[in-house]
C-alpha cells in the first residue's frame, strides 16, 4: 500500500466535499503569483503547497530533495530524480498535511510562506515536453471513424487490432489551460469532383483523451517491457487534442496527420501520479486476437477514470455534450509505451502519450464532434438554442475528469480551451 493513499487521512487545510484535490491525490503542477516565480506546486482543496520554500524550511529534508528543484519552471528537473524521489516527496507532503501533523499547521509564518490560494495563482505548461506521440487506442472512436469514411462492414483497418497505432504529433505546440488558440486555415476539398481550396477550418473538432508523462527510459536500443512499463510513467493528464477535419481528410493520405493536428493540443496543469491512481486499476477491455507476446501484460492495467466534456457559447452556459471514460481503452497505457520502444525508441524524461480520442459504446459517451454529430449530420441542441455541428468561434470547450470509489475521489481539475477566429 502507498501510504499517502490511504482513504482514512483528513488534512488540516479545509477541503470542500467533491474537491478534485483531497490529501489523496497531491498532483504536481508548475504555478506562479504577483509575488512569486514559477515554481513546483502540489493541489489540495483549493490551496497549493509551494514545495520551493516548504523545502528552504527544511521540511523535505528525509527525502533528500534539494530545495533548487523545486524552483523550476517545468517538472522535469524534478522528474529526473526518478520514481523513489517522486513518491519519497509526495509521501513526506502527505504526513505533514495530516490533520494529528503540526509540523506546520502549528506555525503561523510558515504556512503564510507555503499555501497559496488556487485562485491567486497562473497555472503554467507543468512539463518541457521533448516529444509527444498520440496513439489511436479506443476501438469505439476507430469503428465510428471507419463506419463514417469507408465500409462499416470493414470499419477496422486490418492492422488495428494487431498495432497501438500512433503517430508523432508537435510538441511545441501543447498548451495549458486557459490559453486561447486561433482557428487554423489550410487546403480543404470539400467535393471530391472539384479542385481544392484554401481557407479557415470549417469543421473544427475537440478530440477527449488523457496523456501520461514519462520519467527517463532506457537507451537507444532497449525496449521497455510491458509489465514494467509503469515505471517509466510519472503520471496523467487530461488532454484535448484538437483537429481540423476538413484539413485533415485531404492531407491525411499517405503519411497521415498534420496541419490538421499541429496547431494545438490542450493539456490540463495538475499531474496526478500514477501512485495516486493506484486504488482506481480495473480490467482492460478483452483483446482478441491475442496480442503479440511483448504487449501480453498481467495485472490491471487500465484505470476507471470518468471524463466530460462541455460546450460553453460565448457570454453562455456550460453544456456537457459527452460523458466517457478511460477504462473504454482498447489498448492500455502499458501495451503504448511497450509497443512505442520496442523498435528500441529512446524515451525521454518529460514525452508526452496522447490515449488518442476516448468513445464509449453508446452515443452520449463519444469522444468528438465529428461521433457526437454523425459527420454533422445530427447536430447538438445547446441550452441556449444554438446547434453545434463542430466547434465555433467563441465558444470555450472544458474537459473535466476523477476517480472515484465507496471512500476517495481523485480528479484532475480542468482544461478550457477558447477559440479565436482565423488570423
Known amino acids: 500500500m502507498i501510504e499517502a493513499n490511504n482513504p482514512s487521512l483528513k488534512s488540516w487545510i479545509e477541503i470542500e466535499e467533491n474537491s478534485d484535490f483531497p490529501i489523496q491525490n497531491l498532483p504536481f503542477g508548475i504555478y506562479s503569483t504577483k509575488k512569486k516565480s514559477k515554481r ?4 489540495i482543496g483549493s490551496k497549493i503547497i509551494d514545495l520551493h520554500e516548504l523545502a528552504n524550511a527544511g521540511m523535505l529534508e528525509s527525502t533528500e530533495v534539494f530545495p533548487a528543484v ?3 519552471e517545468s517538472l522535469n528537473p524534478f522528474m529526473e530524480l526518478g520514481k523513489d524521489a517522486t513518491r519519497k516527496v509526495r509521501n513526506k507532503v502527505s504526513q505533514l498535511l495530516r490533520a494529528s501533523n503540526t509540523d506546520i499547521k502549528g506555525q503561523a509564518g510558515l504556512k503564510k510562506k507555503i499555501l497559496d490560494k488556487q485562485s491567486d495563482a497562473i497555472m503554467h505548461l507543468p512539463v518541457k515536453i521533448g516529444d509527444y506521440t498520440d496513439f489511436y487506442s479506443s476501438k469505439e472512436h476507430a ?4 463506419t463514417m469514411f469507408r465500409d462499416p462492414a470493414n470499419a477496422l483497418l ?6 497501438p497505432v500512433g503517430y508523432h504529433g508537435r510538441a511545441s505546440s501543447i498548451i495549458t489551460t486557459e490559453q486561447d488558440i486561433v482557428r487554423p486555415k489550410g487546403q480543404q476539398k470539400p467535393k471530391d469532383d472539384e479542385p481544392p481550396t484554401f481557407g479557415a477550418c470549417k469543421l473544427l473538432d475537440f478530440e477527449l483523451e488523457m496523456a501520461f508523462i514519462t520519467y527517463e527510459g532506457k537507451p537507444l536500443g532497449d525496449s521497455i517491457d510491458v509489465n514494467e512499463a509503469e515505471d517509466y510513467m510519472f503520471g496523467m493528464c487530461l488532454f484535448n487534442d484538437w483537429s481540423a477535419r476538413d484539413i485533415q481528410k485531404w492531407e491525411y493520405v499517405p503519411l497521415g496527420p498534420f496541419l490538421a493536428k499541429n496547431f494545438a493540443s490542450s493539456m490540463s496543469p495538475w499531474i496526478v501520479t500514477m501512485d495516486a491512481l493506484e486504488p482506481f486499476r480495473c480490467e482492460t477491455p478483452a483483446q482478441s486476437p491475442k496480442p503479440f507476446e511483448y504487449l501480453q501484460f498481467s495485472g490491471k492495467k487500465s484505470f476507471d477514470i470518468k471524463l466530460e466534456m462541455y460546450i460553453q457559447p460565448e457570454n453562455g452556459k456550460e453544456n456537457c455534450v459527452t460523458k466517457s471514460n478511460f477504462k473504454y481503452m482498447y489498448w492500455n497505457q502499458s501495451q503504448q509505451l511497450a509497443h512505442h520502444s520496442v523498435n528500441g525508441c529512446n524515451i525521454k524524461c518529460g514525452d508526452l502519450m496522447g490515449s488518442g480520442t476516448i468513445s464509449g459504446p453508446t452515443p452520449d459517451s463519444y469522444g468528438s464532434m465529428l461521433e457526437l454529430s454523425w459527420k454533422g449530420t445530427k447536430p447538438i441542441t445547446l441550452s441556449d438554442g444554438s446547434e453545434r455541428k463542430f466547434i465555433l468561434d467563441g465558444d470555450t ?6 476517480c472515484e470509489n465507496e471512500s476517495v475521489r481523485v480528479g484532475f481539475g480542468e482544461v478550457r480551451t477558447k477559440i479565436l477566429p482565423t488570423k
Open 70 to 72: 523545486f524552483r523550476q
Open 397 to 402: 470547450v472544458i474537459e473535466r475528469g476523477y
Open 40 to 43: 513546483v506546486g502540489i493541489a
Open 143 to 146: 469503428t465510428n471513424v471507419g
Open 158 to 163: 486490418p492492422n488495428w487490432l494487431y498495432i
